[in-house]
Every structure is written in C-alpha cells, then in structure tokens.
C-alpha cells in the first residue's frame, strides 16, 4: 500500500479503515469459535462509499487527458470490484453458516482488497493532478526567456497579458497543493517559492521596461540584459523547485534505480518473445521456414544468456533444454530444401516440444533469485525456517548461514559508501547473535532467552535482506538501466511482439526518471545537457501522441515520430554511459564492472555464447576507460601501473577473442590460464583504484582540496587559474561523496555545489574590484560544502545522527557525559564534533584575538575528546581516570558554549545595527549626476561594500542557526530560505542599480530599483527579526550597553575637537538605541500583562525620550546654540543609562529559578485529634501502573529495535518529572509503554509465539488488540493535546506558545495515519501476506517514531510555558515539578 500524503487522502481513508478494523475484530472473534453476526449492514456501508468512489473516479477517467491515468485507472478498478465481489460473497455465505472458514477467509481478503484499492484509486487520482499541475508550471516556466525577445513597449504589454493568467493559475494551485499536503516542510517550500514568483513577476516587467529604454546605449543595454537574465534565472530556479517538491511524496522519492530493466529480466522477456515467434511459426504458419529458423537461432543464443546468469538447478535445466532446441535447429538446417517433408514434420514436432516445454520453465523461473540479492533472500528463508523450528544449531544450518553470510560479505565488498558499511554491520551482529545462540542450547531451560535471541536474529536477517536488496539495485550501472529502455523501445518500434504500447510507454517513464535522478549528481554541463534531452524527449514523445490521436495517421508518420522518439532517448543513454566512465563514482562502477566480468568468466565456458562474450568485450572496454580516467587525474606511479593494468587486460581479452577463433590450437591448460590472468589484472586493478578513491570516500581528499582551494581564495596566490581549478576538486569531491546518500543530504550537497560553480563563473565575469569579495564568499561556500558533506556522511550510519544546533547537541553531549560509568558513544563524540565545527565557524567570522581565543578553545575541547577517547580504550584505566576525563571535557565543552553565546551576541549587534545604510548608500550613488568622471568609480565601491554587507547579514545569521540558543526548528528553516532569498536578491539590487547608474533619469529604471530594493529590504528585515530570536535578549542588551556605552564616550571626546567625527558617532549611538528598541518592542509583544511588562514599557518611554533629546542636544551643541556646555553629555550618557534600565529589568526576569535544597526540613506537625485510616486507594490495572524504569541504562539499537528505541527516549522524557498532578506526563509514559508492546508485535507476532517464548509472549494475543491498543494511543494523544492548548491559551509568553503549537502541529495528523495503518497493519497480517505485513509495520515504525517525537517535543515545550504561568497557579492546570 503507498504512502497517503494529502489531508483528502486520509480524510477519505479513515472512515473506510474505521469499518475494515471493525471487520478484523469480527474476524478474529470467528476465528475462536464465535458466530459470525450479520454484517450486511456493515458491507453495504463499506460498499456504498466504494461505489461512489468508483462512479467519481470513473467519470474523471472518461474526461481526463492523462495517459497514465487512463492506463492504470481499469487494472486499478478492477481490484477495487473484486474485492467487492469477495465481501459480498463472505456476507452470503456467513448469514448462512456464521461459523464458515471459507466465509471468513473471503471477508478477510476482501477488506484488506477494498483499503488497499481505495488508496490506490485516490493516489492515481492525485498524481494525475499534479502532473496537471507540473504541465502548467513548465509552459509558464518555458514562457520566461521570451521576454528577452520583447522590444517595444506594445510588445511588453502583450506579454504581460499572457504571462499573467498562466501564472495566476499556478501560483493557486500551488497553494491549493500546498494546503493539502501533510509533510509540513514540503508545503512551507512551495508556499514559500509561490510568494518567490509573485515577488519576482513585477521585477521581471520592470527589469524589461528597463531593456526596452536602453536600446541605443551599449553599456546601458548590457547592464539591463545582466538584470534581466538575473531575474529570469531566479524565477526558473523558483518554478523548478517547485516542480521537483510537487512530484515528492516522501523524502526518498526518486532515489531507487529500478530493477525493471536487471539483465536477467531482460534476457528472460527476450527468451519469452523469441518462443512466442518461434510458436507463431511451428503452430500458425506465419512465417517462412527462413525466418522460423533465424527466430530459433535468436532464441538459442537469449536461452543460453539466460541460463548462464540463473543459477542452481534451474540454470541447468533451462540450459539442457536450449541445448536440445540448438541440437534440432542444427538438424533442420542440415535438411535444407533436400529433406523429406516427414523428417521437417518430425523435427518440428521436436522443436515445438522442447519450445513449450522452456517457454513453460522460463515463465516459473525467478530469474531475479540468481542475483546475490536474491541468493541472500534464499538462504534467509532456510534461516527463517530454522529459527521458526525451535531445532538446535545444526551442521547444514551452519553452513546455510556460512553461505548466506559470505555472499552478503561479497556484495558489501562490491557496494561502496554507507551501503556497504551497514551490510558489513548486519553481517557482524548475526554473527555475534549465532554464537550467543550456541551458549543458549547449552543452557538448560532459558526459553526466554533462546526465543528472544531468535526474535532479535530474524529482526537483523530482515535488515540484511534489504539492505542487499537495495545494494543489488546501486551496482546495475544507470547507462545500462537507460539503454535497456532503448532497446525495449526500438523493438517497439519495429513492431516487435515481444513489447507492446503499454510496456514501451513503461520503458520511457523509467527511462525518464532515472535519467532525472542520476541527473543530480553530474556535473554542471553534463546535467544542463541531461535536463535538454529530458526536454527533447518530452517534446518526441508528445509529437508522437500527436500524431497517433490525429484524424488519419499514415504509417509513414507515426514511424517518423518514432525514429525522433528513439534517436533522443539513444542520446540521454550516451551521455550518462559516458558520466559511468569518466564520472565521480570510478571506484563504484569499477567494482561493479569486474564483478560480472569475472562472474561471467567463472559460469559461462569460452565462446560458449556470442551475446556473453560481447557483454565481457563491452565491460571490459568500460573497466578500462574509466581506469584510464583515474590514472590522467593521478599522475605517478599509481596512475602508471593503472595504465599498464588496462593495457594488459584489453590483451588478454584479445588473446580470449583468439581462443575463440582458434579453438583447434589451444589446450585447455591455455583457455584456463587465460581466464585466470584476465581475473587476477581485474582484481588488481579494481584494487589500485580503490586505494586511489580512498581517500575521497573518506573525505580526506575532500579536506585537503578545501585547504588548497583556501589559500587562493584568502590570498589570490597562485593566480585565478589555479584557484578555480582547485575550487572544481573540492566540488567534484563533494559530489563524490553525496553519492548514496540519503536525498535530503544529497539535495543539500548538489546545491551547495551548484552554487559554488555560479560563484566561480561570477568570479570569471567579474573585475577585478569585485573579485576579493567573490573570493570571501566563494572560501565560505566551501566550508559550507565541507561541512554538509561531512555531516552527511557520518549520518548515513544509524546511531551517529546528531541535531543541527548547539542546543540539540547539548542535550546529546550532556546525555553522554552525565554517565556514571564514560564509555564510548558515536552520537556523542559526533555532536563534540559538531559543536567544534560551530564554534571554529564563528571564531573565523569574528577574527581578532576574540576569534582566536575561541579558536584556541575549540582545539582544547579536540584534544580532551581524544584523551578521553584513549582513556576509555586503554583497559589498565581506573573508573577514577575515566570520570575525572569526561568531567574534564564537560568543562570545557561549557566554557566554550558559554563563549560563543556571548561573541554571538556581540556579533550579531555589530552586524546588524544598521542593514539598510550600504543599500541607501549604492542608491545614492546610482542617482548621482553623469557629469563627474569619478562617478563609476565610486558606484563599484559602494556596490562592493554592498555586496560584502549582504553576505556578511548571511554568514552570521547561518552561524546564529548553529550557535545560538533558539530550537525552533521551524525558524532554523526559516532563516535558511531568508539566507537564500537575500543571497538571491543582491546581485538583482547590484545589476539594477547599475541600470539605474547608467540612467538616473529613467522612470521605468528608478521604478524597477524600488522593487528590488523594497525585495531586498523585506528579507533583510525578516532575517535580522529571526537572528535576534537566536540570541538571548538579556546578551544582546548586555552587548548593547557596552556598545553604546563605548561610542557615547567617543562622542563626548570628538565633540570638543572634531564636531563632525563626532556627529557619526551619535548616529551610531541611535542606530543601536533604535536596535534596543526593536528588541524591546519584540519582547513588549511577547508579553501578557503583568508587572514586568508595565516596568519595561516605562523604560522604553524613557530611552525613546532621551534619543530624542541626545538628537536636540547635538543640534544645539553643532550651531553653538547651547544655554548648557554639559547638556550634550548630559543626554549621552542618559541615553546610556535608559538601556542599561532596560538591562537590568530584563536580566532580573529571566533569571533562572533557584534550585531547590537538598534537604528539606519535615513540615512542623501541629497536635490535633485523632483521625480515622485513609481509605485504600482503588485498584488499578496493570498498565495504568508506573513500571520500574531506569533513565540510565543504555537505549535500544536504533537498527535492530526502532520503536522501542523511541520509546525509550520518550520514557527517559517522562522520568525526568513526577506525575502527580499531571495528566500530560502519565499520557505521555503510556503512550511509551503501549508502543512499546506494539513493537514486539512488530518484530513478528508468530515468530515469537511458534519460537515457544512461554515465559514472555507480546502482550499482543490477536489484531484486536493490535487495533484496540492504537484507538488507546490515539486518545492519550487528544488527551496531551487537550492539556497542551490549555496550556498555550494560558501561557503569556507567545514565543514560547508560538513553539508548543509546531510540537503539538504534527500530533493529529499522525494519530488520523496510526488509525489508518493499523487497520492496514490488521488485514496484511497472516500467513499468506508476508510482504504486505512487512510494508505495514515499516509504515508503523515510521509513525512511531514521528508520533512520540513530536510528543517528547510536546511536553518540553508545555513545560517551559508552565513556567511562565507560575506567578498565575490559578491559569496553571498541570505542575511540571523534577525529580531530583
């Protein structure tokens, strides 16, 4: 069942689901003897909500033009009608017998059928309407460029008239889509790229205006195309955003390489076509005798492919029988014209026989199975019927595992990256859990135990599966994958009966989107050159439709469109076999390309197969150019002895070739030893490459490409053309390792790239006065690359992710240090990392000797990592070395959190005191008169000193997101799009600006600079609003004071000696006066009424009353009007003192609260009568009691147990507090605990009841209980969010309201898919659905962990509001009082 990701989908869903749950629990109540009630009532429901469905989505089907939908709409609909059919007849036959077996059965299968179908139903519906709207956004898209062709203002008018609706039309639906979606930051993407484009839309005609009014003025002209060509690009990158999150459902969308087009598969189609010809001929006489025989030889040679890849038995037995088919084909030849026609009838007969008879065994065949995924899966199975059997360790069940293990540990050697690491892990903890099986059968009587050791090895035999499933995919190069496509579509053209419409148009949307996501990871011209293609192809393929769906198509045409077809889709699969050999995945594709070649060397005998020895020839050929690659970018004697290893092993493929030819000269002592020097030169090849890629799998390569490329950039040495050389390694570097990354850090990456490459081909436009500010931001750019892939890569590993921020880190530093016994800890260590990383990130954006003392603190914090990582590995280490250790590094890592915070702060008033002077000032000077020579001179200045104004605005704030004390994560996104939007908004205001330079007089440019200033502006405002939310408000006034307090006194000393100096620095004095009061007034308005509140608004009257009177004092002092010579000073240092009022206000309300006393003195009882006993509390049940739980002990493996491991930190959130009197904390706790039996369940209900786990069975006996415990979860849910919006209602701090409403956001709409899943979860389980029980509970899993995520989140927040409200206890209803 597919992912529901839009609020109609699982508004329609959930009622279904509701009744096929009730349905389960009938079921199930049957199943133990009950009579089953009379459930037409039910069914009818079911039914009647169906049918509507099915008569809406029938009509939609008639009047829709989407190709897709009307393809997949009759197989889907189909589903949806059997499974009504099947309910129908379980409710005839259960009315009459209630107890029927086969009626329970049908009902079973028909609910599951009716949830399934719906779904599928509503998901071709809704990708039908995206498409819709993907189609729209790419005619508007395509509509940009055209405005470069407008040259007159008539011209310009037309175009705006048809631009406008176009794009009115998509920025509603958009919206409309938008709304609709359930992943949160999906839809924040595309409002925000919507309110990009109808920013954009008046830029655009104003930026034409200005291109129209140049004309005649060369310099003018170029400077409006440069604006011009700036606003088209950013609209497109807008609109392709757009496009690319409209076609996601989930974030690896996209990601896999199908295995549609495996060799194999293809190989088997093409044996299954050839015996369908072959029949055609033998049976139906419809070809000659000649063209019979050329099928049949065709047939042999796919027959003897097919059986050289499949092996086991299978392989052999299609092999006998090829070899019979070739034995009568020779036979038939040999006749000729000459033979009798009893002996052809007789041949025939044969022939037929031995056709049917491997048209039979190729269609039972799992040709797939061969692949070492599918040898894994194998053996997985005779492992899962081994730990199912309860049987002891045998010696055939050793050496099953023996073989399943090494065939894994072969396909992690041949899969790169994270993949292959993960495989390995698998691989170890099987083992580890094997020899811990073996001292379990020693054991006399732990059932327990021996049962929980075979759960946790059928959890990690299923980790192993698809992990080598996935693998198996990676190695299948995407060239081979987009030529198979090819081939499938030139049959098709040739009219071939082996691929009909249906499959051709399969073969060209796969060949569509694998293309589109290799695309990502080419370089810059090979992806603009893919993205073209992509585009012709499109435009082929709509030809052809055209051309079919005419009135009269002739065949002449329609095979014409095809040939354009094909010849486009033939170039895509050029280019990217081409990306294959030369691209940055060489050590991948090397790896990939000897393992078949010496896969085929092994199976198949020398010349046995023409199509084999072509397939070794062309690998080969690959192998060899790609190491040719390697050893040009790897001069020395590495890079020679690749060389001198792909000219061996092209020669003894050719002395292969002259075996082959000469099979009466050779021995077979030659044949095997050319085979073996054909293996060993590959091996030692792939191996040489290997050690050479090392390096940049590791990212070593990366940093030290960083370090040389930084040298250029702060310097310039080295001159340009070795800089920007060095620039393109670290992005081909970079790219290399987003590979096989998940899609959010590989997205993240590939942009980081791809803006890096734009800022190196800026730098090479650009002159020289701009080209050190380029440099800055380029040496920037490249940290952020380092870092993103660093981070990435690290995070591909379960269990070593860590938060983004100091913050989050914090809470995973503080978890690991706080440990009464240090060990070693991968999440640890890589958030002490991280935390080094920030911090030496904002030290280089401080500089001076503040950034170097922090600078100096970090590497205090490295080497206390490594020494406490030695401590821990040395055994001779006392407890006492190891605590004294981690409390030496805790320290540290405090002190420099501490340190950042305060530099941030003063960073942050630096920066940001004035963010809109350099723009004024580049205003100015590009309205200055032409007449003075020096005036070009002085407008590059200003708009350089602009352009290092704005990025320096965004290199604090992306320090800020990582520093800084906010964790609203929506904010951290927040601030990332207003990076990106200033970042885009600059060079619009530099290019406009120099129009308006070049033309101070023009309307139309004066005009087209308000709007892309006011654009700028606008982001610049929402960006320093977000930073300031990032710094404590008592730092920033602390900042503040000492700031303010500095310039005052410098202006009261220039007063008396240079009046003007003087007056810049009162200026300065207002400007961070004008920044206190903003801060003020944000935090005025994040206040309810309270005393507090009244203090600080007096405060604020104040100050504003003493700028203004500092203002007056100036004047007055500058004119010589003055009554007072102290009165300037006077109003100084008031000005000074107001802020240091606001400080001090401020800084007594956030105080932290005292902590409580260790001991606290008994209560004085005061002598009163004697009472009666206190009436015993009520019994409860046994899941409404707090079990024993220890915080400390170590979490779950995130791998192997993912729900408890959630749970886990869930419950470590609810111990911190005591649940008297808090509703919200027990909801919390049983949520934790109830998902914690549903993960038992998760693991394998029958696994662990037929392993005979007596002693500890999952609490779960039947899917009654599976759905009964959701509807339970699904109420403490609405119970924690009832208290939450009690809480928030209450709470007069609106921050921290505005935070508990994005933790609680998420909770409802998880909860509606929890309803959903478990009803799915319900009717998928059983014995005959093992892969939809398998897709269920990975759904469960992922809304598990979403679900108490977003809970855990939920109770920290309400806990911070709970603390705001205690000078209230009256609006608090829940105490959130610690444990100690």
């Known amino acids: 069942m597919s992912a529901f990701h839009t609020k109609t989908i699982a508004s329609v869903l959930e009622p279904v689901a509701q009744q096929v749950s009730h349905l389960v629990v009938l079921y199930e109540a049957g199943q133990q003897g009950q009579a089953m009630p009379d459930l037409v009532d039910n069914i009818q429901l079911v039914l009647t909500c169906v049918s509507n469905l099915a008569t809406v989505a029938e009509s939609t089907a008639k009047q829709s033009n989407d190709a897709t939908f009307i393809r997949d709409f009759p197989s889907a609909m189909d589903a949806v009608n059997n499974s009504s059919t099947a309910l129908n007849e379980a409710v005839l036959e259960l009315r009459t017998d209630p107890y029927s077996s086969k009626g329970r059965r049908k009902l079973i299968t028909g609910a599951k059928g009716i949830l399934t179908g719906t779904c599928d139903l509503l998901l071709m519906y809704d990708e039908s309407e995206v498409r819709k709207i993907v189609k729209n956004c790419e005619a508007v898209r395509s509509y940009f460029p055209v405005c470069l062709e407008v040259g007159t203002l008539e011209d310009l008018s037309f175009y705006i008239k048809n631009l406008t609706p176009g794009l009115t039309q998509v920025c509603k639906a958009v919206k409309n889509r938008a709304d609709e979606l359930l992943h949160k930051p999906y839809a924040d993407i595309l409002r925000r790229e919507t309110e990009q484009l109808k920013k954009f839309a008046p830029m655009l005609i104003g930026a034409s205006k200005s291109l129209i009014n140049a004309q005649g003025n060369e310099e003018l002209t170029n400077a409006a195309h440069q604006n011009l060509d700036t606003t088209i690009e950013k609209m497109n990158a807008s609109m392709k955003e757009i496009i690319r999150v409209l076609l996601m459902k989930d974030p690896d969308y996209g990601k896999k390489i199908i295995a549609d087009f495996h060799p194999l598969a293809l190989a088997k189609d093409a044996v299954m076509a050839d015996c369908n010809r072959v029949r055609d001929w033998l049976k139906h006489g419809k070809l000659t005798d000649a063209e019979g025989l050329k099928c049949a030889t065709e047939l042999i040679s796919a027959g003897k492919e097919l059986a050289a890849g499949v092996s086991g038995p299978k392989g052999e037995e299609i092999g006998e029988v090829v070899k019979a088919i070739d034995g009568i084909v020779n036979d038939l030849k040999n006749l000729g014209d000459a033979g009798s026609e009893t002996d052809k009838a007789a041949l025939k007969k044969a022939l037929l026989e031995n056709v049917e008879k491997l048209d039979t065994l190729v269609k039972n065949t799992d040709v ?723 005393e507090f509140r009244v203090k600080l608004v007096n405060h604020r009257a104040n100050l504003q009353h003493a700028i203004q009177h500092a203002g007056q004092a100036t004047n007055e002092h500058i004119k010589g009007q003055a009554t007072d010579p102290a009165a300037f000073d006077k109003s100084i240092t008031e000005v000074h003192m107001n802020i240091s009022y606001i400080k001090e206000e401020m800084v007594g309300f956030y105080l932290p609260l005292p902590p409580l006393p260790e001991l606290i003195p008994p209560p004085i009882v005061e002598e009163e009568e004697e009472k009666p006993p206190a009436r015993p509390p009520v019994p409860v049940d046994s899941d409404e009691e707090e079990d024993a739980f220890d915080a400390s002990a170590p979490a779950p493996d995130p791998v192997e147990a993912p729900i408890e491991h959630a749970a886990f930190k869930l419950r470590q959130e609810t111990a911190k507090y005591i649940e008297e009197d808090n509703d919200m904390i027990a909801a919390a706790r049983k949520i934790a605990q109830k998902f914690q039996q549903m993960a038992k369940y998760t693991k394998g209900r029958r696994e662990m009841l037929e392993l005979g786990a007596t002693e500890e069975k999952s609490e779960f006996s039947s899917m009654t209980d599976m759905i009964k415990t959701c509807k339970e979860i699904i109420a403490l849910t609405k119970n924690i969010q009832k208290h939450a919006a009690m809480i928030s209602k209450n709470c007069p701090d609106k921050r921290l309201v505005m935070s508990l409403a994005n933790s609680m956001e998420p909770i409802g709409m998880l909860s509606q898919q929890l309803n959903i899943i478990a009803s799915v979860k319900a009717s998928a389980s059983g014995k005959y659905n093992e892969a939809a029980e398998v897709e269920a509970d990975e759904m469960l899993t992922i809304n598990a962990q979403n679900l108490m995520k977003s809970v855990r989140d939920t109770v920290r927040a309400s806990e911070s509001c709970s603390v705001k409200m205690l000078s209230n206890p009256a609006a608090n209803n829940l105490q959130f009082r610690r444990k100690r």
């Open 368 to 1090: 797939l199975a061969s692949t070492p995924s599918g040898a894994v899966s194998r053996r997985i199975e005779d492992a899962k019927r081994w730990a199912k059997s309860g049987d002891n360790l045998s010696s055939e069940t050793n050496a099953n595992f023996s073989d399943l293990l090494t065939t894994s540990r072969a396909v992690a050697k041949a899969t790169s990256g994270k993949e292959g690491a993960m495989i390995e892990k698998s691989i170890d903890k099987i083992e580890e859990l094997l020899q811990e099986a073996g001292r379990l059968e020693l054991e006399i009587g732990n059932n327990k135990g021996k049962a929980d050791n075979r759960a946790r090895i059928l959890a990690w035999l299923a980790q192993l599966n698809n992990q080598v499933k996935m693998a198996d995919e990676k190695n299948i190069l995407p060239s081979e994958v987009v030529n198979a496509g090819v081939g499938q579509l030139s049959e098709w053209a040739k009219d071939s009966p082996a691929v009909s419409d249906a499959n051709a148009h399969h073969a060209y949307n796969k060949v569509l989107e694998v293309s589109k996501a290799v695309s990502e990871g080419l370089s810059k011209a090979e992806r603009d050159q893919v993205e073209g293609l992509i585009a012709e192809v499109g435009e082929a393929m709509e030809s052809y439709q055209a051309v079919i769906q005419g009135p009269t198509p002739t065949h002449a045409a329609i095979k014409k469109s095809q040939a354009t077809l094909l010849q486009a889709v033939h170039k895509i699969g050029t280019v990217l076999e081409k990306a294959d050999m030369t691209g940055d995945n060489a050590a991948e594709n090397v790896t990939t390309g000897v393992e078949r070649v010496c896969d085929l060397v092994d199976a198949n005998k020398v010349g046995a197969s023409p199509k084999v020895e072509q397939s070794i020839r062309q690998t080969v050929d690959k192998v060899a150019a790609i190491g040719k690659a390697v050893a040009h970018h790897n001069p020395g004697p590495e890079g020679d002895r690749i060389n001198e290893l792909c000219d061996n092993v092209k020669h003894y493929i050719s002395q292969r070739t002259w075996v082959i030819n000469n099979p009466e000269k050779v021995t077979p002592e030659m044949v095997a030893a050319n085979s073996a020097n054909i293996k060993d030169a590959l091996r030692e090849l792939e191996s040489k490459i290997t050690a050479v890629e090392q390096d940049r799998d590791e990212g070593t390569e990366l940093v030290s490409a960083v370090s040389a490329a930084q040298q250029w950039a702060s310097t310039g040495k080295g001159g340009d053309a070795q800089g920007t050389t060095a620039v393109g390694k670290v992005i081909s570097q970079s790219r290399y390792l987003a590979r096989g990354l998940n899609t959010r850090d590989k997205r993240e990456i590939f942009d980081l790239c791809q803006e890096l490459e734009d800022l190196i081909d800026e730098y090479n436009r650009a002159p020289e006065g701009r080209k050190r500010a380029l440099r800055s931001q380029i040496a920037d750019k490249m940290n952020a690359v380092k870092q993103a892939a660093r981070k990435a890569n690290t995070s591909a590993v379960p269990g070593t992710e860590t938060a983004g921020g100091l913050p989050e880190c914090s809470e995973i530093i503080d978890e690991w240090l706080d440990r009464d016994e240090p060990i070693r800890s991968k999440a640890g260590e890589r958030a002490v990392e991280d935390v080094i990383d920030m911090a030496a990130a904002l030290a280089k954006n401080i500089g001076g000797p503040v950034g170097e003392a922090i600078k100096a603190q970090t590497e205090k914090v490295a080497k206390l990592l490594r020494h406490l990582q030695d401590v821990i590995d040395d055994p001779k280490s006392t407890p006492e070395q190891k605590r004294a250790a981690q409390a030496e590094l805790k320290e540290a890592i405090t002190e420099l959190k501490k340190a950042c915070n305060d530099h941030l702060a003063s960073k942050v008033v630096d920066t940001y005191v004035d963010i809109t002077g350099p723009i004024m000032e580049l205003q100015a000077a590009a309205l200055a008169p032409l007449a003075p020579p020096e005036k070009a001179v002085k407008f590059n200045a200003k708009a350089a000193d602009f352009s290092l104004h704005a990025e320096q605005l965004c290199r604090v704030a992306e320090v800020a997101t990582d520093v800084g004390c906010d964790e609203d994560p929506h904010r951290h996104d927040n601030i990332k799009l207003s990076i990106e939007a200033l970042r885009d908004a600059t060079p619009m205001v530099v290019y406009s600006a120099k129009t308006l330079s070049l033309n101070p007089d023009s309307e139309s440019a004066k005009e087209n600079f308000d709007l892309v200033k006011q654009q700028w502006v606008t982001e610049a405002v929402r960006l320093r609003t977000d930073v300031d939310k990032c710094v404590k408000p008592t730092d920033f006034l602390v900042e503040s004071e000492r700031k303010c307090k500095e310039e005052g006194e410098a202006a009261k000393a220039l007063m008396k000696t240079s009046p003007k100096e003087a007056v810049v620095k009162v200026a300065m004095v207002q400007k961070i006066t004008n920044r206190v009061l903003e801060v003020t007034d944000a935090e005025l308005e994040n206040l309810g009424d309270c």
